[in-house]
T-cell receptor, first 112, second 113 residues
Framework: SQQGEEDPQALSIQEGENATMNCSYK?????LQWYRQNSGRGLVHLIL?????REKHSGRLRVTLDTSKKSSSLLITASRAADTASYFC????????????FGKGITLSVRP | KAGVTQTPRYLIKTRGQQVTLSCSPI?????VSWYQQTPGQGLQFLFE???????NKGNFPGRFSGRQFSNSRSEMNVSTLELGDSALYLC????????????FGSGTQLSVL
């Protein structure tokens, strides 16, 4: 079963607008990561936030983590048509045999 | 450095056949994970290998198996293929452990007819 659940499932915005995507999870985590996937291709890592961090920035990306609510959000500012893709959150649980568990993803469409 | 390489890119098989997919991780990466991606189920974890040992396994039937060689290259095998095995199979590598990001290959698109 999925650990992370993204919300919304699909998002359509105009170029230049900000896109906010949310992820909720169920169990304790070691870290939370966001990935992007263009149609039919592999995933590309965007950003990683550890469980003891609250906010992280990378270029136009801002991710927050609230461990008390078991949720994270990814903000893409000043979106571009090239940001059109699917976005996934992935949670890394604690323990020696930790694996990354992915949500079902959010489809973002940025209209030029 | 070269990225994660998966071969073949596309495969068409019929029910009952078996298939072997190959993954070459980034040089120096000792961990290789496999995921199955379908429109309905999203990304499902199959297994992870580290230094030739299976370190973790998802909830897939025994028809799905894998191995890792001493050069960190990995293969996964699916026997007695079913229609529901049609999916994009993704391989990902990282240097060591769970606190790191994954580097993905472009995947093998398997169609079972």
């Amino acid at each position: 079963s999925q650990q992370g659940e993204e919300d919304p499932q699909a998002l359509s915005i105009q170029e230049g607008e900000n896109a906010t995507m949310n992820c909720s999870y169920k169990t304790s985590i070691n870290n939370l990561q966001w990935y992007r996937q263009n149609s039919g291709r592999g995933l590309v890592h965007l950003i990683l936030i550890r469980s003891n961090e609250r906010e992280k920035h990378s270029g136009r990306l801002r991710v927050t983590l609230d461990t008390s609510k078991k949720s994270s959000s990814l903000l893409i500012t000043a979106s571009r048509a090239a940001d059109t893709a699917s976005y996934f959150c992935a949670t890394g649980n604690t323990g020696a045999n930790s694996k990354l568990t992915f949500g079902k993803g959010i489809t973002l469409s940025v209209r030029p | 450095k070269a990225g994660v390489t998966q071969t073949p890119r596309y495969l068409i098989k019929t029910r009952g056949q078996q298939v072997t997919l190959s993954c070459s991780p980034i040089s120096g990466h000792r961990s290789v994970s496999w995921y199955q991606q379908t429109p309905g189920q999203g990304l499902q974890f199959l297994f992870e290998y580290f230094s030739e040992t299976q370190r973790n396994k998802g909830n897939f039937p025994g028809r799905f198996s894998g191995r890792q060689f001493s050069n960190s290259r990995s293969e996964m095998n699916v026997s007695t293929l079913e229609l529901g095995d049609s999916a994009l199979y993704l391989c990902a590598s990282r240097t060591r452990g769970p606190d790191e990001k994954l580097f993905f290959g472009s995947g093998t698109q398997l169609s079972v007819l």
